[in-house]
């Protein structure tokens, strides 16, 4: 897909998700949460590197994101994608679940903006969508002391300690900040891959 807009009729007069979607969706959902998972399991043991995760998740993951939202181009994807990341990493909190969908409904509105035809609108989808990697941080913002007792039986005081001193007024405005500058860096990454090595192939 090297122009702007994407050109296969047939599918963009198809708004309905087909099985094939939801099997895409899926699949590519499958790789964004194992991709995430190992990120977090990697930088997780490290109370700064912890604070850290949505910047990463954004470099990281983009490219995944980027390749099923343009694969389905269709009402959905990100939304099913928001849902698989809300099951997995917020189930233990109702508010951070509800902001994760939240953040897949933005990432929706903002390709529905470019009518899923436009790849600039694809491709900034992830800024909205990578603020889902701030919600599992609620608990931390809205309930510190709950928190930092659950990371004190899992970690030990002295991480529950590191958290604790990170954790300061403005630590919600600085993941924000951090989940942008990591989709962008990672929006980046993921149009130079998708157009040497994806679109050659067919593959969106």
Partial sequence: ??????????????????????????????IYIVLMLAIVMTTGAVPVLYILEPLFVGIVCA????LCV???HKF??????????????????LVAMALAVLAALLAEFVMMAGKYKSKKMFLLSFVAFNLNMVCPFTQLYFKKDEFLSIARNF???????GV???????????QIALAV?????????????????FEKAGIV
Wanted: glycine share 8%.
């Fill in 76 to 93: 959905g994807a990100a939304l099913i994608l928001g849902i698989l990341f809300a099951a997995v990493s917020c189930s233990g909190y």
């Fill in 181 to 197: 500058i990591g989709a962008l860096i990672g929006i980046a990454i993921a149009s130079k891959l998708i157009k040497k090595h």
């Fill in 63 to 66: 490219t995944v994101y980027e």
């Fill in 155 to 161: 970690y030990g005081e002295e991480y529950a300690a």
């Fill in 164 to 174: 604790e001193k990170l954790a300061s007024a403005w630590l919600p405005l600085l």
């Fill in 70 to 72: 343009l694969k389905v």
């Fill in 1 to 30: 897909m090297a122009k702007k807009e994407i050109t296969q009729t047939a599918q963009v007069s198809d708004k309905k998700l087909r099985t094939k979607d939801l099997i895409y969706a899926g699949a590519f959902g499958a």
